[in-house]
């Protein structure tokens, strides 16, 4: 069965950078892409950006250009999220989900979530 | 961006009877290839998100058959044809037919 397995929780200062990753399972990890989405506490789903696992092509939201960088190692079908100069507001919880390999949107599984919390 | 609105926010519903959310979109959600990327995601209290619809219209495997989606270009609904317990949550639609993709705020179903 599909799995996406991520990283543990992460309490960083701000200014500093996380890198989440994202252990995928249970299908050919290069027929697919992966999608990034984080939830701040209390608050709706917001989608962070999305990387094809077949060539590496990403797109990420406006809002975290120049700050978020995704990428893969197909040779252990993992998947990480990078985002720097982390604010408070930052704050959330990481999620990354199986997505169609041309980023429809599809997300048909989800990993576990991983807590990042930004604090001095 | 598009825009998906979502209607209502805050849903009680007596087990067993019906439920319906609307979600609107600021755009067409219809791809030159004629799909329409819109999909739902359940997330329950304290779990990942999980999708129940794809394609407007489609179910995913091991979702009851008492959700069902529809709609078509702007105007999409997702209905319960008898809420159950096991439905508290928070229903969320997703368009994914345009870049950035973006999510509805959330509809927040409780048993009344």
């Known amino acids: 069965q599909v799995q996406l397995v991520q990283s543990g929780a992460e309490v960083k200062k701000p200014g500093a950078s996380v890198k989440v990753s994202c252990k995928a399972s249970?299908?050919?990890?290069?027929?697919?892409?992966i999608s990034w989405v984080r939830q701040a506490p209390g608050q709706g789903l917001e989608w962070m950006g999305w990387?094809?696992?077949?060539?590496?092509?990403?797109n990420y939201a406006q809002k975290l250009q120049g700050r978020v960088t995704m990428t893969t190692d197909t040779s252990t079908s993992t998947a990480y999220m990078e985002l720097r100069s982390l604010r408070s507001d930052d704050t959330a919880v990481y999620y990354c989900?199986?997505?169609?390999?041309?980023?429809?949107?599809?997300?048909?599984?989800w990993g576990q979530g991983t807590l990042v919390t930004v604090s001095s | 961006d598009v825009v998906m609105t979502q209607s209502p926010l805050s849903l009680p519903v007596t087990l067993g009877q019906p439920a319906s959310i609307s979600c609107r979109s600021s755009?067409?959600?219809?791809?030159?290839?004629?799909?329409?990327?819109l999909n739902w995601f359940q997330q329950r209290p304290g779990q990942s998100p999980r999708r129940l619809i794809y394609?407007?219209?489609n179910w995913d495997s091991g979702v009851p058959d008492r959700f069902s989606g529809s709609g078509s270009g702007t105007d999409f609904t997702l209905k319960i044809s008898r809420v159950e317990a096991e439905d508290v949550g928070v229903y969320y639609c997703?368009?994914?037919?345009?870049?950035?993709?973006?999510f509805g705020q959330g509809t927040k179903l409780e048993i009344k």
């Open positions: 989900a199986r997505d169609a390999l041309e980023g429809w949107g599809e997300l048909s599984s």
């Open positions: 249970g299908y050919t990890f290069t027929s697919y892409g």
């Open positions: 990387i094809s696992a077949y060539n590496g092509n990403t």
């Open positions: 755009q067409s959600l219809v791809y030159s290839d004629g799909n329409t990327y």
């Open positions: 394609k407007v219209s």
């Open positions: 997703m368009q994914g037919t345009h870049w950035p993709h973006t």
